[in-house]
């Protein structure tokens, strides 16, 4: 078959001598398995790729789902096509951005779970409550969960001595909790058996189905946990914060974008927590393991924060120092603690030979000579 070749010069169309070269399926996949040999790669009997240069890693060749959905979405029919460049059309730009970036994300999910394989599924972490674990977990929280016969509370079991760690110092004194992440509401009235009657308990989520839980003793305000003026005007109801609970999306930017808003209004002294951060380790929810970006390295960040007035010169300052006291990490849990701190000094008490030694060093970065 000829193959017409458009001349701008002319404005005409010639014959052109490069014929169109037909392939049977046979020929493409010899030039496939050549250009594969060529490559230094080789198929394993999965129909993966060895790449050489991925330590021994398997990458898929083809990975269908995700073909059918970029062909779909670079590919579009022409009704969707048309949809996409008429300005007149329903669907508005704000619209097909938002879910532009959603496919965006679901094609980096695939792609970090095809590089660092399947986590475990959630489901298999569930169990039923026995006499056995309940001989496992004492204290005042574990009390109240185990005996709940009220609304649903569903908690990790290895998060109930961490409460009562963190949490035991609050107890029968007015703080002002404010809750992301309301479920099925049981969460609000364990707070309230555990932390007592003077505390001011808010709830938040994003799911209009979790208004009818909203009552006198924990009040539910619906909206998203990365919406700033949202988070704002809660606060402003609540008047003050001393901690947080996000137990909200688990995404990783939602989880930043509440922290960076709610952080500077949490009062001195106040708590930060945010759980189920195993969810870093997932791609669905924006994670993977050393990914930057989630929740885990970010906060591993602010520990490197916390220590900056080690690694430069005059740093040590009272305007430089940072507000964050304390970072925990503990199995699925990170607790930030907030305190304004003082420039670090080196300092000498009691006496030696007969002399007092009170003077104070101030921490320096060593000079060389």
Known sequence: MTVLRFCRSSGRATPSRRR??????????????????????????????????????????????????LKRTLRPSNENWGRVCDPTAAMSNKRRT??????????????????????????????????????NYTGKAASIFFENRGRIIHKWLHY??????????????????LEIGVSKGGSLDMWRKFLGDRATIFGVDNNPECAPLDTQTGP???????????????VKEMGGLDIVLDDGSHIACHQRASFETLWPLISEGGLYIVEDTH???????????????TIIEYFKN??????????????????????????????????IRKRKQFPRYTVMT????????TNAVMLETPRCS
């Open 160 to 177: 109930l001595p961490i409460y009562d760690s963190l949490l035991g110092c609050y107890r029968q004194a007015d703080v002002r909790v």
């Open 220 to 234: 539910v305000r619906i909206g998203s946990q990365d919406d700033v003026d949202f988070l704002l005007s809660v």
């Open 279 to 293: 969810t870093a380790y997932w791609p669905q929810f924006e994670g993977g393991l050393r990914r930057r970006g």
């Open 302 to 335: 602010k520990v490197d924060h916390m220590h900056k007035h080690y690694q430069a010169g005059g740093s040590n300052t009272p305007e430089a120092m940072t507000d964050i006291e304390s970072v925990q990490f503990f199995d699925s849990i990170i607790a």
């Open 98 to 135: 938002f879910e532009m970036k959603s496919f965006l994300k679901r094609i980096e999910a695939k792609l970090w779970t095809i590089r660092l394989g399947e986590p475990p599924c959630y489901t298999s972490f569930r169990a039923t409550v026995t006499d056995k674990l309940r001989r």
């Open 20 to 69: 169109d070269k037909i392939e049977t399926p046979r020929i493409q996949q010899t030039r496939q398995e050549s250009h594969l040999k060529s490559a230094g790669s080789c198929p394993n009997n999965r129909g993966q790729l060895y790449d050489p240069r991925s330590n021994g890693r398997p990458r898929l060749a083809k990975d269908r789902s995700l073909i059918k959905i």
């Open 350 to 357: 009691g006496e030696t030979d007969g002399e007092k030694q």
